[in-house]
């Protein structure tokens, strides 16, 4: 199985294309949030159109939505997808995926509700930088912001994760969207 994680494309069209060039064959989305809006502390970005970025999502058949800080009801009322709340848990086979925008909890809250949650993979967005580590047996990963990165890399996340009777192989990797490149993260 093959999912493409982003988060924060705060209404940019732009970006968002860019993104699905290297996701468009993922089984399924995971977006951490931050979708239309791009919020009042953030620049308006050339390329920022939430009317034609909705209706690119609202195309895709395989999208799963945690709501972010700077979505609303009224973002809700133009997507054919949900914004669910808070935590989002999604189950693929054995591995469990928990996915939230991260503006609620601090970070150490949010990894111990994923295990409480049983989670494998915590995925969070907000701080607009990426991260991967393992805390335990939790897997936490942020795949940066597509559109307004603070790291100076506009990103997105692959996962993929192949399962067999004996084990779970499970490989995660960063794309800079407008090189290609696969971007190590220390």
């Known amino acids: 199985m093959k999912i493409g994680v982003m988060s924060d494309t705060h209404g940019n069209v732009v970006y968002f294309e860019k993104a699905m060039n290297y996701l468009k064959d993922c089984d399924v989305l995971l977006h951490g949030g931050d979708i239309l809006n791009h919020g009042p502390r953030n620049p308006i970005t050339e390329g920022y159109n939430p009317q034609e970025l909705f209706e690119k999502l609202n195309k895709l058949e395989n999208l799963i939505i945690a709501k972010g800080n700077c979505d609303s009801d009224v973002d809700q009322m133009v997507l054919n997808h949900p914004i669910q709340n808070s935590y989002v848990v999604s ?63 506009h990103s997105v996340g692959i996962i993929e994760i192949n399962q067999t009777d004996e084990e779970i192989d499970m490989n995660f990797n960063f794309i800079d969207i407008n090189t290609g490149n696969i971007i190590e993260i220390e």
């Open 91 to 153: 189950q693929f086979g054995e591995t469990r995926i928990i996915l939230t925008h991260g503006y609620i909890d601090t970070k150490e809250e949010m990894i111990e509700k994923a295990k409480k949650m049983n989670g494998d993979i915590l995925i969070f967005g907000h701080t607009h930088i990426k991260e991967l580590f393992l805390d335990e047996n939790l897997v936490v990963m942020n795949p940066g912001s597509t559109t307004l990165p603070k790291d100076g890399t």
